[in-house]
DNA sequence: AATCTAGGCTCAGGAAAACTGAGTCTCAGA
DNA sequence: TCTGAGACTCAGTTTTCCTGAGCCTAGATT
């Protein structure tokens, strides 16, 4: 008859975790967000945890987190635990199930580059199965569950394409542009992610001009794109995601005017591929597919 | 307006660790002791998690378990991750709260061994808060929030006592006791969790003696101490635990015979003790008293 | 063979944890 | 002064987690 008193509890992991998240990311709504809840469910975790050490964590000055001296000095351990839990879990998932392989990518890469290119990657590799996830911003690369990411972004390896822009809009409207001056006659689209595109442009490719930049300005950039299509104005198109509607015709640049930004598109992996893995195949192929 | 669908959801971390429990251990009971729930809770989570793949971890075997491969390949890095985690966690715990010394002791050994000590160490160290839980194993020294444990063992390393062994009884009964034979005249008192000890006894010190050794089984050694100077019988004393009620006379060892075992009193320590911490300064203390 | 035992499984019910959503508070910067 | 970001609170709800009892199987025991 064994005598089992609870003793001192183990910290509730998922307390662990996310108090380990709001150090790391500096705040709760950003913590929050990596962990898919709200930031009211991080405080709540941070607070219990806090009382049942009976020491703060961070110190709370209305505007936003700071970690104390106990915070600061155990997140690095907590920091790479997870990390090589992430890794494990990932590691799991992938033997699991060796034949899917999970993307993350911007929307706007999701629907514009990497969706015109799976019908010939099904049908080059049917026993690999592709899931998509599309997201804001890159996912942390340590935890996340995917084989492969496609992002804009500065880094150079595994860049896929330079970062070209320019003005496009649909065959009809090129009529009416001439010169970058007409662009203020006409409704420029802009994507709320890339809000900066029109100024980065002309800067470079019509200094000087005044660009009044009004028009619709759209979550989505393949709406954007879409809208553009069908008439509704001007777009700022990004080479690589337009590729398909230029060589189609649909969409036209009525101004030889490209700007090549710093970034690229680039695709990330987590963990190391091996070649002959499905993960390592797409990877590959995708890579091969990029001039096209 | 981001767009966030849940994408491929991580496995609960709960169920992790009680997959790296139940692969480490060998088995739902042994997991869920150590995790402190019932086997049906460990079954629960491994079958969540194995469905949440789509990939078994164990085969069962109605008999009990058996890894599967892809179980096996993956364990080392969860039982590292977890390792760790568990070390952050003791690091924060200590962190929080330096002045509070977790100690983790077999039953016996805490109420007989450690708690005579504690008042003249709380007399010399006021500050220290010391924190006391029995159980019948010693803990996996990589997680447990313990600084110091005190258990039985066979391992050289931290010893503080031999295991001696001799049979006691209260001054009274001790009369009837001149030579061994007399022993199955009186109630031999057994400890459930040291049954053996009147058989390796009496193989060394009576080789030849049939003994009855039956009598009251205690599932408490405290408790049968406490019996034995009550008068109800003979027990088996372990040196280290009754060395208090035989330099008090409250207990006498009727035969000069005494049987050395291969274990012993034991100190170890999860983690590095610096030596003027608190949980340094206890485990220092403790091994200079061990000789008292 | 019949029984015993260890260990896993299942299922329903209930406890505990986690999360949300709405509203509040506070400060920094415009 | 206003606004916005970010954290807090609290009630209510959803989800997860756990237990407890009984069942099932296969090796060990008699």
Same mark, same amino acid.
């Given at each position: ?95 699991? !199930?060796?034949?899917?392989? %999970?993307?993350? @990518?911007?929307?706007? #890469? =999701? ?5 015109? &290119? *799976? /019908? ?119 080479? !690589?995601?337009?590729?398909? %509607?230029?060589? @189609?015709?649909?969409? #036209? =640049? ?5 700007? &090549? *930004? /710093? ?30």
């Amino acid at each position: 008859m064994a005598v089992k008193p609870p003793g001192p509890r183990q910290p509730p992991l998922n307390a662990l975790r996310a108090f380990e998240a709001a150090a790391r990311l500096g705040g709760f709504a950003a913590a929050a967000e990596e962990l898919n809840v709200t930031p009211g469910a991080i405080s709540a975790h941070v607070k219990a945890l806090e009382t049942e050490l009976g020491a703060r964590l961070f110190d709370r000055n209305a505007r936003g987190l700071q970690l104390t001296g106990l915070g600061a000095r155990v997140l690095p351990a907590f920091t790479e635990a997870f990390d090589r839990l992430g890794q494990a879990t990932q590691t799991l998932r992938a033997e699991a !199930a060796p034949n899917v392989v %999970h993307i993350a @990518a911007l929307p706007s #890469v =999701a629907q514009l580059w990497l969706s015109p &290119r *799976l /019908p010939r990657l099904r049908a080059e590799a049917p026993e690999i199965e592709i899931s998509i996830t599309a997201m804001e911003a890159p996912p942390n690369l340590k935890r996340a569950p995917y084989d492969l990411c496609l992002f804009f972004g500065p880094e150079p390896d595994g860049r896929l394409a330079e970062d070209v822009i320019f003005p496009v809009c649909a065959p009809a409207l090129a009529e009416q542009l001439h010169q970058p001056e007409d662009l203020n006659r006409l409704p420029c689209l802009t994507d709320s992610t890339w809000s900066e595109d029109w100024h980065l442009w002309a800067q470079q490719a019509a200094p000087g001009l005044r660009l009044a930049t009004r028009g619709p300005v759209l979550s989505l950039y393949a709406l954007a794109v879409e809208e553009t299509v069908n008439g509704a104005g001007v777009l700022i198109g990004h080479q !690589a995601l337009i590729a398909g %509607h230029l060589e @189609a015709g649909t969409l #036209v =640049a009525p101004f030889d005017a490209p700007v &090549r *930004l /710093p970034g690229g598109l680039r695709m990330s992996n987590p963990r190391p591929l091996r070649a002959n893995t499905p993960a390592g195949r797409v990877a590959r192929w995708l890579r091969d597919s990029a001039p096209a």
